[in-house]
RNA sequence: GCGAGAGUGGUGAAAUUGGUAGACACGCUAGAUUUAGGAUCUAGUGCCUUAACCGGUGUAGGGGUUCGAGUCCCCUCUCUCGCACCA
């Protein structure tokens, strides 16, 4: 073989990855430091790889290779999310059991994986349907049982009654069903809960101690939504009841002039006057067949009204109407608030639209024309009643003035809001983990510990059962069962549990993948954890990084783990978009439509692809050449017709999916590796180019060259065991410690640009000192491992190049000859003066040289210098005045 | 609406603490070589001006600080992501 073709070397690394176990994780070496680097790992489906996979996974390979060469101990894992709905659905459609479907896909997913040269070790796989993994998903739900985390409650689900089945949130789509287009409701039935509001405190606060994106970490707080405040009582005028309420605004009670329940609220029955109860029951009848969309879109102008009935407000004994309003969810808080429409835009907006009275209490803005929110220096006013008075305080004084008073009174407390709510954890799925739960007498009865795990039946059909209960609860002889312990006729619990579940413990389990007395065996959890570095996806910035969080917390709780926190840093590759797509668009006659109109256009629209000779850029965007728009038959315009010039996320129904194993097969895992590191920052969103896929092959190429003469296939004869010059080896010390850098800060793809300019300057070189260049090959291999070990081993050497040791780069050969300054006059460069690097901290030897540089010598000459600037090493530069 | 982030060539992108903007690559242009190539090599390539040098201009737009701003400060615009009546 002569050419660089990575169809032959690449399987034959890979076998010999495998084979050797090259990459198997020493467990008993608890010398060396440890690096636990983790990818989140994927739901193998039955399309196969994405190129986005890989971009998350190469970054963490080539880290885990590099750290491996560093001297660090690396734990670099694999495994599959394969509990989930596509695999049930297929079963359903086809009747082939989600085990087989599931056994066919993860091999696909761990066949593409390898082909692209990861250097996981296997031997930790781990799979979430797997009985002697989920043995322990379920060990840890009876943990949460164990510690009142785990409840049961009625709760409503999305309800198909066409289907006969209960929909995923995904499933739904504008109240529909997604497949058929059935409506869907809400309908209460018994979950499983999981109690996460109780951590909410501690998943918030321990936020701070992670190397965390900010966004991630802001999006978890306004997920967890902490809000302070306080509870307030008001009395109901004539009944015995009292309306609770949560505000964050106690300083503003003087300014409720009204109060407002949520349709759903209790009381509503019982404040409703006679007179208004019909126009009430209507009301609540309405809101309740709005969709959660209708009823919580901000722009629609708020509906509401009038029960009739009145409350007191505690502070000053102020009658005030109560009104039943659906922008008041019941959800939250009380599901009832005391309006102060001074304060609170949306309760301005309410009573602008009902004529009810505004009245402000803390001075600083103009009530009559908005709602005047600031709540730090706005003062308090119109706020005494006997015994107290707010008057004159700023708005947190006045809060903890009030809170205390209240407490004083008995009319409410300060008070903790979260909005995070508790974690619906039942799915009525075949395709699940099952929940370790009988039911016995109508009780919840948790299954013993040591006889789980608790397998999925066999089950003839994957249907539901109709009545939205799990295609479980249709096996009688699964169902019904005794209780060990009593001998009582029990019922087994037909919920599983949600594909959230596997996933949240997933990085603990792969420590000790065999381990029988618990998770994860003590202590290898006490050396390997936390997680040093874990890359996935933004979409799971909040769902699966919570909910991991709070098992990790309460594993944490029970001595199970030693780390309060799973994941120390985090950083999320960003999408891999399609290719740029150009794009004209025609409406129903074949008339030219701008992309403006086109997004609005109601009629048959025609989208013509271009391609980059259609098309050019001028200062107003791309538009059409004029010869391919009279291609088109648009000749009879005038000016320029604009087209759109972007790139979409790729799908199936765009065409526009790019498949791993094609790229692999044109060009190699090497070049796909690299490509998807140069691409750009890995946490950004970026758009394929197969173009720039090639030009990373060409490099890979260029390298081959620099080691094999093409024709003969042998190692060049420029290799020599020579001694490397100073020219070269300033440019190998330059490319170990860019390349070391950025590697260490995650810039693959500046470490990527210097390993081309090393090859650039290495092909120019007429004697290729073999030390330099093996050293290079060191550099490349975590990026290009395939090409890396096969020119190694070429060279002559035995051992795997990822044996090596990592270089270090030495500061003396970086130093340059000379330097070269650029000379400034007034700020502006205007000639470049190079010199001796032994001369060029000197001032006035620069200063001088510098002033007689003809150019310079003209701008001087032209003006009067009035001061100079040296910085060494950096810059000179002449003011100059006329 | 609120919160976070980002706007740099024809394209993906580089640019230590403020110090020669556009590294590296794609694309394009010209040339060489080859039976041919979408292979390889050489040279050029922000824009305007020029035969070339010189020069002008340029990091979304406007203003400011500074000897000097892509980088720091203020305002405006656009885009992306997240949340969205959470009291």
Same mark, same amino acid.
């Given at each position: ?85 596509? +695999? ?43 009985? +002697? ?16 985390? !785990? ?41 499983? @809960? ?60 003087? *300014? ?5 329940? +949520? $349709? ?9 006057? $006679? ?162 739960? /009988? ?135 960003? @999408? ?40 050019? &850029? ?23 017709? +604009? ?51 090639? *030009? ?71 004697? &290729? ?38 270089? !270090? ?13 650029? /000379? ?6 205007? !000639?470049?003066?190079?010199? $001796? ?44 005045? $006329?």
């Amino acid at each position: 073989m002569s050419e660089y073709n990575p169809s032959q070397i690449e399987p034959k690394w890979q076998s010999f990855w495998l084979e050797n176990k090259t990459f198997k994780t020493d467990d008993t070496d608890r010398t060396r430091p440890k690096f636990y680097v983790l990818d989140m790992f994927p739901y193998p489906s039955s399309a196969g790889l994405h190129v986005g996979h890989p971009e998350g996974y190469t970054a963490t390979d080539i880290l885990a290779r590099y750290k491996r060469m560093k001297g660090f101990n690396v734990l670099h894992p694999m495994g599959w999310d394969a509990f989930g709905l596509p +695999a049930e659905q297929y079963a359903v459609k086809t009747g082939t059991h989600p085990r087989e479907t599931t056994r066919y896909n993860i091999a696909q997913f761990r066949r593409q994986l390898q082909a692209i040269g990861f250097s996981y070790d296997w031997d930790r796989e781990v799979d979430t349907t797997d009985p +002697a993994y989920f043995r322990w998903t379920q060990w840890i739900f009876l943990q949460l049982y164990k510690q009142g985390l !785990a409840y049961e409650a009625s709760v409503p689900v999305n309800w198909c009654p066409a289907l006969g089945t209960v929909l995923a949130n995904e499933e739904v789509i504008d109240g529909k069903s997604e497949v058929g287009g059935f409506p869907v409701i809400r309908k209460p039935m018994r979950q499983w @809960m999981l109690k996460i509001t109780a951590y909410a405190e501690r998943l918030l606060n321990d936020l701070d101690e992670l190397d965390w994106p900010d966004s991630v970490k802001e999006m978890q707080r306004n997920w967890i939504g902490k809000s302070v405040g306080a509870d307030v009582q008001f009395q109901v005028d004539g009944h015995d009841e009292i309306i609770e309420v949560f505000t964050t605004r106690p300083d503003t009670l003087w *300014g409720a002039t009204y109060m407002v329940l +949520a $349709p759903e609220h209790p009381l509503v029955d019982v404040i409703t006057t $006679p007179e208004q109860r019909e126009d009430v029951q209507a009301y609540r009848n309405e809101a309740s067949l709005k969709s959660d969309l209708d009823r919580t879109d901000t722009r629609k102008k708020k509906t509401g009204i009038f029960t009739g009935g009145y409350a007191i407000n505690p502070v000053n004994d102020a009658r005030i109407p109560v009104w039943v309003a659906d922008y008041v969810l019941i959800s939250y808080g009380t599901g009832a608030i005391m309006a102060v429409p001074g304060h609170d835009e949306r309760d301005w907006e309410f009573a602008r639209a009902f004529g009810l009275p505004i009245v402000e209490v803390v001075a600083g803005g103009d009530v009559e024309q908005a709602a005047y929110t600031d709540n730090q220096d706005g003062v308090l006013t119109n706020s005494s009643a006997t015994g107290i008075t707010l008057d004159g305080l700023r708005v947190p004084d006045a809060k903890k003035q009030i809170i205390q008073w209240l407490e004083s009174h008995g009319k409410g407390q300060g008070t903790i809001n979260y909005k995070l709510r508790d974690w619906l954890f039942s799915r009525q799925r075949y395709w699940g983990e099952p929940i370790p739960v /009988i039911h016995v007498d109508g009780q919840p009865k948790p299954l013993d510990e040591a006889s789980l795990p608790l397998e999925l039946p066999e089950v003839e059909k994957y249907e539901p059962s109709g009545t939205g209960e799990s295609p479980l609860s249709l096996i009688e002889s699964w169902v019904n069962t005794t209780d060990p312990q009593t001998g009582k006729p029990a019922r087994r619990e037909t919920n599983t549990m949600p594909q959230w579940a596997g996933s949240c413990w997933y990085y603990l389990r792969y420590i000790s993948p065999d381990y029988e007395l618990g998770p994860v065996d003590p202590e290898k959890e006490k050396y390997w954890m936390p997680v040093d570095m874990y890359v996935g996806g933004a979409e799971h910035a909040v769902l699966h990084l919570l909910y991991a969080r709070f098992w990790h917390k309460v594993l944490f709780d029970l001595g199970v783990v030693s780390t309060k926190e799973p994941f120390q840093r985090l950083v999320n590759q960003g @999408m891999i978009l399609g290719e740029m797509e150009y794009t004209l668009f025609l409406d129903e006659n074949g008339g030219y439509l701008s992309p403006e109109q086109a997004e609005r256009y109601d009629g048959e629209l025609t989208r013509i692809k271009l391609t980059d000779e259609d098309i050019e &850029k001028t200062a107003t965007g791309f538009v059409l050449k004029a010869e391919a728009a009279s291609l088109h038959g648009l000749s009879g315009h005038d000016g320029e017709l +604009a087209i759109e010039a972007r790139s979409y996320k790729m799908s199936k129904s765009r065409g526009n999916v790019i498949n791993p194993d094609d790229v692999i097969k044109e060009y190699g895992a090497d070049a796909l590796r690299l490509y998807e590191m140069f691409m750009g920052p890995l946490e950004q969103v970026k758009p394929w180019s197969m173009r720039g896929v090639e *030009g990373v092959y060409r490099f890979l190429k260029r390298v081959w060259r620099v080691f094999v003469d093409d024709r003969s296939g042998t190692l060049n004869e420029d290799l020599h065991q020579a001694e490397p010059s100073r020219e070269q080896l300033k440019v190998l010390h330059e490319t170990i410690k860019k390349v070391t850098e950025d590697i260490e800060g995650g810039r693959y793809n500046t470490a990527i640009s210097q390993l081309m300019i090393f090859n650039n300057e290495a092909m120019k070189w007429d004697k &290729k000192p073999l030390e330099v260049m093996q050293t290079f090959l060191v550099l490349l291999s975590p990026f290009a491992p395939h090409i890396a070990e096969e020119l190694w081993s070429r060279l002559g050497n035995a051992q795997t190049i990822a044996a090596e040791h990592w270089p !270090a780069h030495n500061g003396e050969y970086l130093v340059a000859d000379s330097f070269t300054y650029a /000379i400034q006059v007034n700020g502006k460069v205007r !000639a470049t003066l190079e010199l $001796p690097a032994t001369q060029a901290s000197d001032k006035t030897t620069v200063l001088e040289l510098a002033k007689k540089e003809p150019l310079i010598a003209r701008y001087l000459a032209e003006g009067n210098l009035v001061k100079e600037i040296f910085v060494p090493l950096k810059i000179v530069n002449f003011v100059v005045k $006329p």
